[in-house]
């Protein structure tokens, strides 16, 4: 009788497993874990990062604005950086598109980063479609007035945002 109580207690509780049927238990459990694991981190992962920038605004305003954010930088990228990367002026060094040369300059909201965009002012030159007079303009392609907006909205978020990295 004794030796079936034994086989019936080695049978029901997992504490009296040898110690090799212990370790392969816990090394095959571990597997399946990391396995589950591996199979359902890049899904995850992917929405994670699908849904992170409906966390920053809601809604559909969100992605129209990110959007227009994202033409504008490229638009910025074509037209402008050559001068003013990262918010700065390599032709005169006091009127960068940091917020406080903007304010000092008087171009402080979209409308006057608008006009002088589109018109120029000084040594920088007018990119708008109907610049006048013609050695006020760029020599290179004009953009268009809603292009224009669409930069000076950019350039104005970057100001407020200090000009961050990309």
Known sequence: MRFLSV????????HCFPLKVQRRTAVCQMRRQVKILKTLAPPLIAVLIALYPLN???????????????????LFSHACIGCHDAGGNII?????????????????SEEEIYQITYYGKGRMPGFGENCKPRGQCTFGPRLQEEEIRVLAKFVKIQADRGWPNP
């Not at 086989?7 to 997992?14: H, R, V």
């Not at 940091?98 to 008087?106: A, I, P, Y």
């Open 7 to 14: 086989t019936s207690d080695f049978s029901l509780s997992p």
């Open 56 to 74: 920053k605004t809601p809604g559909c305003y969100a992605l129209a604005q990110s959007a227009e954010i994202e033409r504008g930088g490229a």
């Open 92 to 108: 005169q060094p006091g009127a960068t598109l940091f917020s406080s040369d903007l304010e000092r300059n008087g171009a402080d």
